[in-house]
């Protein structure tokens, strides 16, 4: 005779576990259902060349940061250098005050009267008081120099004091500005890990084609050569800014293919103010080290009258190239590139030019 009892009822424990689980799995299945796809090559492309650009502004920024604690580090030195000839000389002023005190003690122990009643010789006397008043007139003198000097001591302590202080901003300013260059090369970095090393190699013979076409639309020179003709051919038909401009300007081309290395300043490699301020020194002329300085390098021109050798800046004076004539542009371009020349039109928004005088 079968069994009436009705069949064992799952527990409730056991009912929220499989029920947990099972949502789990829907969770799981809607998130790869819904999870992004690979980049492709040329989204990767694109973000890795925004990113590269920021890091090259974060790099002008970094480099503009440590010039500046260069120079507060000078003012510091110089200044203290000066406190401490200014603590010297009032310390020597002193020592005249004591000197002068201990001469005026050894003429005037006694009343000038009784003096002059005991002395022998009236005309010695009056010489002596005489002089003992050159004394007082030379101990007031010396007060007077002794309290100007405090008084020039006490700022100059207190600029140095201003100047540190200034320096400890600046020294936090820069360690900020090298942790956004880090952050942005290292993101630029995960995005390049995600290709495979073909399609790495790809990007990087884009890039070169991309120079090599450069060169060629303005007869400049070959970048695979790593070098280029650096006679006034090159120029083109626009005449240079000056013969100083044409001279940094074929220094340059002689460095096409160079890598880009932030903080680099040649000549093995480069980033963009180092890359300007190394070609003109090949032409004898000293400009600052980055962009945001070498703004003030020369006289501001618009785009119409750029000549080859002016520097050109762009991104809100965040980079910087050298005018090659035919609305192109010889650089360094930003971390992962090489230098090159590349058309104005695709370097972002254009500032300004500055004729170096």
């Not at 009912?15 to 992004?36: E, K």
């Not at 007869?219 to 044409?246: F, T």
């Amino acid at each position: 005779m079968g069994s009436h009892r009705r069949p064992k009822q799952p527990s409730r424990a056991r009912v929220t576990v499989l029920t947990a689980t099972a949502a789990a799995a829907v969770a799981l299945t809607s998130q790869a259902a819904h999870a992004d796809p690979k980049p492709s090559k040329s989204e990767v492309k694109a973000k890795v060349e925004k990113l590269s650009h920021e890091a090259g502004d974060a790099n002008e920024q970094y480099y503009g940061a440590k010039e500046k604690q260069q120079k507060l580090e000078k003012e510091v030195g110089a200044l203290q250098d000066k406190v401490a000839r200014g603590r010297q000389e009032v310390n020597a002023l002193r020592n005249d005050l004591g000197s002068l005190a201990a001469a005026q003690y050894r003429s005037g122990g006694m009343d000038p009267s009784v003096q002059l009643f005991l002395s022998s010789n009236p005309d010695t006397f009056l010489d002596e008081a005489s002089a003992l008043d050159q004394l007082t007139a030379k101990q007031t003198e010396t007060l007077g120099k002794i309290q100007e000097k405090q008084r020039v001591l006490a700022q100059e302590r207190k600029e140095a004091q201003d100047k540190l202080g200034d320096l400890a901003d600046v020294r936090k300013t820069l360690g900020e500005k090298k942790k956004k260059l880090q952050d942005k090369l290292a993101a630029a970095q995960r995005l390049l890990n995600t290709l495979t090393e073909a399609e790495r190699a790809e990007m990087r013979q884009d890039q070169q084609r991309a120079s090599r076409a450069a060169g060629d639309r303005t007869g400049l020179g070959n970048a695979d050569s790593g070098n280029a003709d650096s006679g006034n051919a090159d120029l083109g038909n626009e005449a240079p800014a000056s013969a100083r401009g044409a001279a940094a300007l074929n220094a340059a081309a002689t460095q096409i293919g160079k890598p880009y290395r932030s903080g680099g300043t040649g000549p093995s490699s480069f980033d963009c103010s180092g890359l300007t301020q190394w070609a003109y020194a090949q032409a004898n002329v000293s400009i600052s080290r980055v962009t945001y300085t070498q703004v003030n390098d020369g006289a501001h021109i618009g785009r119409s009258a750029l000549k080859p050798g002016d520097l050109v800046f762009f991104n809100n004076t965040s980079h910087v190239g050298l005018y090659a004539g035919n609305n192109t542009v010889l650089h360094a371009p930003y971390p992962g590139t090489s230098v090159r020349y590349e058309s104005m039109n695709t370097m972002g928004s254009f500032q300004f030019g500055v004729r170096v005088g």
